[in-house]
């Protein structure tokens, strides 16, 4: 993935004339407006799939279910739950927007809670301060990110905030972690052929675990593993 | 040009239908095989999923409706296919899984291969329940031997009973999570083994690959190191001229003539839906049990008023899936693992035999631990409910922010899990049957399901979650999640959700009670053969594979033979 090729950019805050907060104090001067940006994940794939598959897919890419608004929030969230401040980048890097907004058209059962998460975010942030989610100031956006990320929080009025937030917690780590980026934070090894002879002498010592010789004596010595089994009559390997 | 009559149609692709093909093409009969799905080879870059990296995919492996175990998973079929629906009798709940691909369910399945133990064949001399099977260990275990060789499988000489020795492979060594796992169940006194499958951790000729440990059978493999039907044996089949392969093409009954014998199949050509006709000497059915069931009783006619084969009407009766129940433990121990490439070989290194034979329970038939865990590749799920093993810590859940990566870290690979199988009690009012008003999008009458779990499977469920809270915390595990009580049945899966299901068409000496001889012939119909899982008459506590492998081979021996004595 060339994460970097391609930059979607949408306004944070809005542009003049949009009023984007029915809290009574009229429309937001753009004069703060400020743009929030994420490496854009590709729309075309190739991975072994069906004609159907490939029509689904097709299907799903065309379809707009997001307004511009929702969007910008989830990449506010996205980015407060892992941000890019480091070394292996964070959800915007790694295109959460566009992730979240695959999975929510592919799954049904996300359509809903994820729309109606944003609006009680809103209604939440205008009640509180004034603005909406994306408007508020970032100390304010924390403060109420707070109260919502921790799901010991007990406040009847609060458990869909906690619900949502928890939703996009999930989404943001699954669409990072399943990311070059992602791999690189976890220093994930695996996925390419190797040999497995088992588990490093190292860990092994760590682990106060051993491999016990009957066990080793069934197992396949991988210096013979290309040379062709032949058994005797008693199934005995010989080779 | 005279019209084309083979000596054998074969239904069907998968375990059965390949072995059949495989045998009776090289013993020079020429075969039509015909699959409902489309071609399928996992070397064609076009089809390929194994080795791919999870941002290839839009989804990064999620589940689709066509592939409920993940969209890189080989599978293409499922529970729920368009235009094919099933239907329940009652309050009935039975999932009905049909493979739609060259090689059927056999490119995506676990490949645990095992042996059915002599006592398997024989439950009801020791329980009174079900029935014998008409034949015994010593009939099958030659046909295992080949099966072996042939194939290929991993495991390790035990000396044990009723889970026979093998011509294995050498087997890989267990991970680290399967090393706490020994030590729990050798703590708890319950037997832990190499795991046994049909995975090539040696060369075994030199068509196929070895194994490369990347843990992806169920992608299937490319450089056929795992047993599919399609890989290695049709393929090979195809190449002697034996062989015409149909795709794509849906059996809706077998005819016969006016005798009542089998001339061949009619089926639909899926690419333009129109109905052809096949003509052979003999057919044999290797659809899966519930689909060769469905050919039989939609194949009715003057001679066959009830469906073909079904005088006895037990075709659809006695059907039966594996139970299943499974838990998860966290294990602290392994809390802020050094990371490795441990993906091995696709699914367990390790399981756990039954072991309660002789043990005097509230039910009568056993079942086997299969072991999960490990520093697997992140997919769709990876990260959700991140640090929710923090409660078990004294640390608060949930949050944001960069220390979301330290948990991600720490709690990596700390998991381990068992998944337990067994073994059904086979029941007369278990059954498919036609469904009267129903049909699929070919206007072939669909199949309707009518099937209870009795007392005991409940118990026996009941049984595993003890033992699997006991080998989890053994292991070390704080074992996750409440323990299902009566209500949920003990976590007992619904009925067709493990995709063994078996039991239609059995085999038996009385054409009275059963629908085939021990060869799987027809007792109505003996030009007809049925060659998947349906002739079992139990399914035991053991993955199905290796013994319709065996017992298709059996056949296609006693086919042969019958053709020379010019019984066929």
Same mark, same amino acid.
């Given at each position: ?37 994420? @490496? ?5 794939? =190739? ?27 989830? @990449?506010? %969230? ?28 592919? *799954? ?34 924390? =403060? ?9 929080? /007990?406040?009847?009025?609060?458990? #869909? ?22 791999? *690189? ?18 860990? %092994? ?35 | ?79 729920? %296919? ?74 390790? !000489?035990?000396? $044990? ?23 729990? @169940? ?18 075994? +000729? ?107 009407? +037990? ?12 838990? #998860? ?7 802020? *693992? ?20 002789? @043990? ?98 409940? !118990? ?11 080998? %989890?915390? #053994? ?13 949920? +049945? ?23 009670? =059963? ?49 020379? /004595?010019?019984? $066929?």
């Amino acid at each position: 993935m060339n994460r970097r090729e391609t930059l979607k950019s949408l306004f944070l805050a809005p542009l003049a004339g949009t009023v984007i907060a029915s809290n009574g104090c009229g429309t937001i001067a753009s004069n703060n407006a400020s743009r929030i940006t994420w @490496a854009r994940l590709p729309t075309e794939y =190739s991975y072994g799939r069906t004609d159907a598959e490939k029509l689904t897919d097709q299907r799903l890419f065309a379809e707009t279910y997001f307004r511009e608004h929702e969007l910008v929030t989830i @990449a506010v %969230l996205c980015d407060i739950i892992l941000p890019n401040n480091h070394p292996n980048g964070g959800a915007l890097d790694a295109g959460l927007p566009d992730f979240v907004e695959f999975m929510v058209k592919d *799954r049904e059962q996300y359509k809903l809670p994820v729309r109606g998460g944003i609006a009680w975010l809103d209604s939440y942030s205008i009640e509180n301060f004034g603005p909406d989610f994306i408007n508020i100031s970032e100390s304010q956006r924390l =403060s109420i990110c707070n109260e919502i990320a921790y799901p010991d929080n /007990q406040a009847p009025e609060l458990q #869909a905030g906690i619900s949502f937030f928890s939703l996009m917690r999930n989404l943001t780590l699954t669409g990072y972690y399943t990311t070059e980026l992602g791999f *690189r934070d976890l220093d994930y090894m695996g996925n390419t052929p190797n040999v497995w002879d088992g588990v490093p002498e190292a860990v %092994l010592r760590r682990h106060g675990k051993s491999y016990d010789a009957d066990w080793l004596s069934k197992c396949i010595d991988q210096s013979t593993r290309d040379i062709v089994a032949e058994w005797d009559d008693d199934m005995n390997l010989v080779t | 040009m005279a019209e084309q009559i083979y000596d054998a149609i074969i239904v069907g692709s998968g375990a059965g239908g390949g072995m059949a093909t495989h045998q009776l093409a090289n013993a020079g009969l020429k075969v039509a095989l015909i699959e409902a799905g489309d071609f399928y080879d996992p070397a064609d870059e076009e089809q390929r999923t194994q080795l791919r990296y999870p941002w290839e995919s839009p989804r990064r492996g999620a589940s689709t409706r066509l592939r409920p175990f993940g969209d890189y998973n080989s599978c293409i079929g499922g529970w729920e %296919l368009d235009g094919e629906p099933y239907t329940q009798k009652g309050d009935t709940e039975f999932m009905w899984w049909r493979g739609r691909m060259l090689g059927g369910r056999t490119n995506h399945w676990g490949r645990i291969s095992l042996r059915f133990g002599p006592l398997d064949f024989k439950r009801k001399d020791i329980d009174g329940l079900g029935d014998n099977w008409p034949i015994g260990y010593q009939d099958i275990s030659p046909y295992y031997d080949k099966v072996d060789k042939l194939i290929g499988i991993f495991g390790s !000489n035990e000396g $044990l009973y009723n889970d026979p020795d093998g011509y294995f492979l050498p087997a890989p060594k267990p991970r680290l999570h399967e090393l706490y796992y020994i030590d729990g @169940a050798r703590k708890a006194n319950i037997p832990v083994i190499p795991a046994r499958k049909s995975i090539l951790t040696k060369r075994i +000729n030199n068509d196929r690959g070895i194994c490369f440990y990347c843990g992806q059978c169920s992608r299937a493999c490319g450089i056929h190191a795992d047993f599919s039907s399609s890989t290695v044996l049709i393929y090979p089949s195809l190449n002697g001229g034996q062989v015409d392969l149909l795709t794509n093409s849906m059996v809706r009954e077998v005819i016969t003539d006016e005798e009542g014998m089998a001339t061949g199949v009619r089926y639909v050509n899926k690419r333009n839906q129109r109905e052809y006709e096949l003509k052979g000497r003999t057919v044999i059915l290797a659809a899966s049990a519930c689909s060769t069931a469905r050919i039989l009783l939609n194949s009715k006619s003057g001679q066959h008023e009830n469906g073909l084969g079904n005088n006895s009407d +037990n075709v659809g009766r006695y059907l039966h899936d594996s139970t299943g129940a499974s838990r #998860a433990a966290f294990l602290p121990d392994l809390m802020d *693992r050094d990371i490795y490439n441990e993906d091995g070989v696709g699914g367990m290194h390790v399981y756990s035999p039954w072991w309660l034979e002789e @043990a005097n329970l509230d039910f009568t038939r056993g079942y086997h631990l299969e072991i999960g865990g490990g520093m697997g590749m992140p997919s769709y799920g990876f990260g959700f409910a991140v640090n929710q093993y923090n409660q078990y810590l004294g640390d608060r859940v949930g949050g944001y922010g960069n220390q979301l990566r330290d948990d991600i870290r720490k709690f990596y690979g700390a998991r381990l899990s068992i998944a337990c199988r067994g073994e059904s009690i086979p029941q007369y009012t278990n059954r498919c049957e036609l469904d009267p008003t129903v049909v699929d999008e070919w206007g072939i009458p669909v199949l309707r399901f009518d099937y209870k779990w009795t007392q005991h499977e409940i !118990n026996q469920a009941r049984h595993m979650q003890d033992t699997m809270e006991e080998l %989890l915390e #053994a292991s070390g595990g704080i074992v996750l999640g409440n323990k299902p009580g009566a209500d949920q +049945n003990y976590g007992l899966t619904q009925p067709g959700e493990i995709i063994h299901e078996v039991g239609t068409t059995r085999m038996g000496t009385d054409p009275r009670t =059963s629908v085939t001889n021990e060869f799987g012939q027809l007792h109505d119909v003996k030009n007809v053969f049925v060659a998947d899982a349906g002739t079992f008459v139990s399914q035991a506590d053991k993955n199905p594979t290796w013994t319709i492998l065996a017992l298709a081979w059996r056949t296609s021996d006693y086919i042969v033979d019958q053709m020379k /004595q010019r019984n $066929l």
